[in-house]
């Protein structure tokens, strides 16, 4: 399966700044999707990112407010916009492997005070 | 959109016994089930999945079933380990070869007593 180097691991940033997240698998892979998990809970699907085209955002979720970029098959950014409190969660980034297995990145863990 | 209810939320078993975790999933069209392990503060780990062309598929002591009629999958959890101790989510997606995302159950954590 992919291998999906994830950075930072971690952040504490300040309310009103912004953070971007970088996702590098070791093979080149069509789509790339984004969750967040938040504290306790589920992991929610962001969007998916399609190299050459605008990221798909799901139900909750806008492009101002999480911008993604996809610039080639092996790399994504996913960046949370203005950031509040309510941001605080775990990031990860996510690809599908061959025989429909998806791998995770090991996440990114903000916190925003 | 897919919506995937998991239960229970919390499940305690005794060391050796089985454990079984339920999903139920709402869009017919939903073809790819997987099951991850997550220990706290770790990534999610596939531990097995099933495609909605079989039935049941089964991984030394890990086994998972799938109903379609009745759009339900279950995982199964034999001899049971402390190491089995983690939150266990359940999935469905609707593509599967990676086009669309996951949607997620709410997790089951599963306590494993010595």
């Known amino acids: 399966s992919a291998v999906i180097s994830q950075k930072p691991s971690r952040d504490i940033c300040q309310r009103g700044t912004s953070l971007t997240i970088q996702c590098q698998v070791d093979?080149?892979?069509?789509?790339m999707f984004w969750y967040r998990q938040q504290p306790g809970q589920s992991l929610t699907l962001i969007a998916t990112a399609n190299q050459g085209s605008e990221a798909t955002y799901e139900s909750g979720f806008v492009i101002d407010k999480f911008p993604i970029s996809r610039p080639n098959l092996t790399f994504s950014t996913l960046t949370v916009s203005n950031m509040s409190p309510e941001d605080s969660s775990i990031y990860l980034c996510s690809v599908a492997g061959d025989n429909y297995g998806y791998t995770f990145g090991s996440g990114t863990r903000l916190t925003v005070v | 959109g897919e919506n995937v209810e998991q239960h229970p939320s919390t499940l305690s078993v005794q060391e050796g016994d089985s454990a079984v975790i339920k999903c139920t999933y709402s869009d017919s069209a939903s073809n790819y089930f997987p099951w991850y392990k997550q220990e706290l503060g770790k990534r999610p780990q596939l531990i097995i999945d099933?495609?909605?062309?079989?039935g049941e598929k089964k991984d030394q002591r890990i086994a998972v079933t799938l109903n379609k009629t009745a759009k339900h999958f279950s995982l199964h959890i034999t001899e049971t380990q402390p190491e089995d101790s983690a939150v266990y989510f359940c999935a469905a997606s609707s593509s599967g070869g990676g086009a669309d995302g996951l949607t997620f159950g709410k997790g089951t954590h599963l306590i494993i007593q010595p």
């Open positions: 099933i495609r909605s062309n079989v």
């Open positions: 093979s080149q892979v069509t789509m």
